[in-house]
């Protein structure tokens, strides 16, 4: 079980997968003292939740653990709605009314550090429930008055955009700026599964 100073700093490699930090950074990031970060990162990678390059440098291991990255998330996002009470009330909405087995959703972009005049949105669907689970998405936010940018994809197009590293798309997009809300077991897979 992860300290609640892991937990914090796990958050930071959680929401910025693409990134490498020194335990400095990290430790300036949150505010904790040096030997603090020092003694909670040393365990952190020895468990395999945090990776060291040979300049010292810490990253993500999102092959891994997938359980324990989803509880991280989900922390995140209970943050990030708490702050966020009109969105927090469609996420409900569609989540009551989404018929499917099998989604992710996320928040991308600049609105997960600041509220701006719109929200993003990316879905993940299995193509066969894609376009209806569209509709369903669209129809729940005619009843909302905030700004959404919806965007729905399938797993085979999220495979084909995590596989282009270097291409500028919505999914490359997420990795450094998201907060997952629904299905963060399942983004870490297909990330994984993509990046092999």
């Known amino acids: 079980m992860l300290t609640k100073t892991q937990l914090k700093v796990m958050q930071i ?25 020092h003694r909670s990162i040393q365990e952190l990678i020895q ?7 040979n300049k010292e440098l810490l990253s993500l291991n999102y ?12 922390s995140r996002a209970k943050e990030f709605l708490n702050k966020n009470k009109t969105l927090s009330l469609f ?19 600049s609105s997960v550090e600041k509220e701006g005049r719109d929200t993003d ?5 299995n193509k066969k429930d894609l376009e209806n689970n569209e509709r369903v998405i669209r129809n729940t936010s005619e009843n ?8 729905a994809i399938s797993v085979e197009s999220a495979y084909e955009m995590l596989s282009k590293r270097d291409n500028v798309n919505v999914l490359n997009e997420t990795l450094n700026k998201h907060v997952i809300l629904f299905g ?13």
């Open 13 to 37: 490699f959680t929401s910025k997968i693409n990134e490498k930090f020194s335990i400095k950074q990290i430790s300036e990031i949150l505010k904790k003292t040096y030997p603090l970060i």
């Open 47 to 53: 468990n395999n939740f945090v990776l060291k390059d």
């Open 63 to 74: 092959k891994e653990n997938h359980q324990e990255l989803a509880y991280i998330e989900s």
């Open 91 to 109: 996420i409900r909405d569609a989540l009551e009314n989404l018929k499917s087995d099998f989604f992710i959703l996320l928040v991308f972009g």
């Open 121 to 125: 949105l990316l879905f993940i669907f």
């Open 144 to 151: 909302f008055t905030l700004k959404l940018d919806i965007n």
């Open 184 to 196: 963060a077991e399942n983004y870490y897979r297909i990330l994984k599964n993509a990046r092999q």
